[in-house]
């Protein structure tokens, strides 16, 4: 009998003990049902896809299932998932990658020092996209021209975690522009309005006041993101300056800051998921308002995208220009004094902007400005570069991009890594 009760004392622990387990077991699966990984996020950023987009984590936004690309539209939300990367990087046109040494060359550069990103070409100011693009305009328009194999390159730079960001000229195109007359800027007698590039050169623009010029220049960013391009930077997202007096757009009945704010706008939607900055004169840092007449105003250009690059070179600063209260008689000479007061001035102004989205990546001079004229340039290298660079410190940003339009760059500034 003893042994009876003691075989089914033994048999109920046993049950109960299978029971809890089993409570235990299903609680713990109901608490990890999602894991976010919240408390230790760990981004899952793929570098060295041919095809790798520009999505990334940061501290606010959750890592998206699957890479977003332009056709997503709808599939996530309008914010953009920017990359874990402070760029530190240089400019490099379309015949410079063009050529499998120079893109070596500058594989080992980032693998050497501190720069982790290129700004490369999609379309220059010439008009052309630099590499056989697919898209039916540009295609009708016979305005691509093969300068580089932009699988290779973007290839290439990805496979050594490079970051590669599109430089896509908008408004000066002189191919599209001629080809669709009815789009391009003209003077007050219907003719086309040229700019004069010097030596019997002249360039047409496009009109960024006509709708249609911006579905050219969006499906051109959207091409580049789908080959890999990790972000798509905007250069000449503005009205010629110079025009003023032979061109009249009051039958459009909007202020040119606002159009252009539009077209940043409406590619920022067309193009969800994808970081876009803006290249910006320098000198907007200082002037209110959209003085320069280009449509470029400080306080509204950076509201609906990720960046603004201020080119913050001195030597396009005129003689006697005061910014942030210093005058500088000759610019060019105070690399650091303009580059650092032209960020602290542009940084308290957006700082008062409600809802201001965009952050200051600022373009740094790394060339010599002789066309100034002998006694009103310095040449510059290395030291005025990193005097540069340390401005981009001290007003307290972190990153940056030096431009030189040969890439003829001082390298030698770089830090070791």
């Not at 930077?233 to 025009?243: E, H, L, S």
């Not at 603004?308 to 006697?320: D, E, K, Q, R, T």
Request: with cysteine.
């Amino acid at each position: 009998m003893i042994k009876k009760l003691a075989a089914k004392s033994v048999k109920n622990k046993a049950i109960l003990f299978f029971l809890i387990s089993a409570m235990v077991f299903s609680m713990s699966s109901c608490g990890n049902k999602n894991p976010s990984d919240k408390n230790n996020p760990q981004p899952n950023i793929t570098i060295g896809n041919e095809n790798a987009d520009n999505t990334g984590n940061d501290e606010s936004t959750p890592e998206p299932d699957a890479s977003p690309s332009p056709a997503d539209e709808g599939q996530q939300d309008s914010d953009t998932v920017k990359k874990d990367i402070k760029v530190k990087a240089l400019y490099l046109t379309g015949w410079t990658v063009g050529s499998s040494e120079r893109v070596q060359h500058y594989i080992d550069l980032a693998k050497n020092t501190e720069i982790n990103s290129y700004v490369v070409d999609i379309k220059d100011d010439d008009g052309y996209v630099g590499y056989e693009s697919n898209v039916p305009a540009v295609r009708e328009a016979g305005a691509w021209k093969k300068k580089y194999d932009v699988d290779s390159v973007l290839k290439a730079f990805h496979d050594n975690d490079i970051h590669v960001i599109g430089r896509l000229v908008c408004f000066k195109d002189p191919v599209y522009s001629q080809k669709n007359p009815s789009l391009a800027i003209k003077k007050t007698d219907g003719t086309l309005w040229k700019e004069n590039l010097g030596g019997g050169k002249y360039a047409t623009w496009l009109n960024p006041y006509e709708k249609e010029t911006w579905d050219y220049l969006i499906s051109i960013a959207k091409e580049a993101v789908e080959r890999g391009f990790d972000e798509i930077q905007f250069d000449y997202v503005r009205f010629p300056n110079g025009a003023k007096k032979v061109t009249d757009f009051s039958r459009y009945n909007k202020e040119k800051y606002e159009a252009i704010n539009e077209f940043l706008a409406y590619a920022k939607k067309e193009l969800p998921g994808v970081v876009i900055s803006a290249d910006v004169f320098g000198i907007i840092c200082e002037s209110p308002a959209d003085t320069e007449d280009i449509g470029q105003y400080l306080e509204l250009i950076g509201k609906d995208i990720d960046y603004i690059s201020p080119m913050v070179y001195p030597s396009h600063y005129a003689l006697g220009q005061t910014v942030n209260g210093v005058t500088f008689a000759k610019p060019d000479f105070e690399p650091y004094a303009v580059v650092y007061n032209s960020l602290i001035k542009a940084k308290n102004r957006i700082s008062a902007v409600d809802g201001y989205k965009a952050d200051i990546r600022a373009y740094l001079q790394d060339f010599t400005a002789s066309w100034l004229g002998t006694g009103y340039y310095k040449k510059y290298g290395p030291e005025e570069v990193r005097q540069q660079i340390q401005a981009v410190y001290d007003a307290g940003y972190e990153e940056w991009i030096l431009w030189n339009a040969g890439n003829k760059y001082s390298e030698s500034a770089l830090l070791k890594e």
